[in-house]
């Protein structure tokens, strides 16, 4: 299993930006995939996630409101896109995936596949 990711750069704060992550080698349209985030210096930290099964998405309160997951699954692809982008949010965005939904969503250590990360700067 491969994860792909695209579309981090350079945008202004209040800008937007779409990241795209496409899996081969194996669907997740039952189980999960989305999206965390890893800041210099910081913890890799929990961004948002969409439940293929339920077709819902959970989000970390610091994004909830701006950033929204969507997924494609004839394209075996999730995308997010970030809208009223601050300084803070800043950092390398890694896609990952599950095959089967867990209840810690919110924890890198649930995950097995890893995209290469795409860098988001946010200039104030």
């Known amino acids: 299993v491969q994860l792909q990711a695209s579309g981090g750069g350079l945008v202004q704060a209040g800008g937007s930006l779409r990241l795209s992550c496409t899996a081969s080698?194996?669907?997740?349209?039952?189980?999960?995939m989305g999206w965390f985030r890893q800041a210099p210096g910081k913890e890799r930290e929990f961004v948002g996630m969409?439940?293929?099964?339920?077709?819902?998405?959970r989000y970390a309160d610091a994004v909830n409101g701006r950033f929204t997951i969507s997924r494609d699954n004839a394209r075996n692809t999730v995308y997010l896109q970030m809208n009223n982008l601050q300084p803070e949010d800043t950092a390398v965005y890694y896609c990952t995936a599950r095959g089967v939904w867990s209840v810690q969503y919110y924890r890198a250590s649930e995950y097995n596949y890893w995209g290469q990360g795409t860098q988001v700067t946010v200039s104030s």
């Open positions: 969409f439940r293929g099964a339920m077709n819902v998405a």
């Open positions: 080698g194996g669907t997740f349209s039952r189980g999960a």
